[in-house]
Nanobody
């Protein structure tokens, strides 16, 4: 069992930066592909960034590409999301997720393939 705990959310102004962290307890994250998703009120859950087990591969949707950076430190069992140039449309609850992957070394973008989820952290960007 893996428990994921997000932190770092808050209220910021447009153009500001935030860094989210996701700490895992229970076991090491080295065997898991990881990702950040977000969900705004009245909308579905969408991928924000995905990263492979080693951290060598990442994926971003066009809406955040060039502004957000996902990274991981497997020695600390922690996932990060650096968010720069934040926009009001980035306002949402942000969730980290982990997918146990036996042989797949790439990224996973489908939320249905993730096994564990954090409780979420609120990010609010004012204009």
């Amino acid at each position: 069992q893996v428990q994921l705990i997000e932190s770092g959310g808050g209220l910021v102004q447009a153009g500001d930066s935030l860094r989210l962290s996701c700490a895992a307890s229970g076991r090491t994250l080295s065997g898991y592909a990881m990702a950040w998703f977000r969900q705004a009120p009245g909308k579905g859950r969408e991928l924000v960034a995905a990263i492979s087990r080693s951290g060598g591969n990442t994926d971003y949707p066009d809406s955040v590409k060039g502004r957000f950076t996902i990274s991981r430190d497997n020695t600390k069992s922690t996932l990060y999301l650096q968010m720069n140039s934040l926009k009001p449309e980035d306002t949402a609850v942000y969730y980290c997720a982990a997918a146990l992957t036996a042989n797949w070394m790439g990224v996973i973008s489908d939320p249905r393939q993730y096994d564990y989820w954090g409780q979420g952290t609120q990010v609010t960007v004012s204009s």
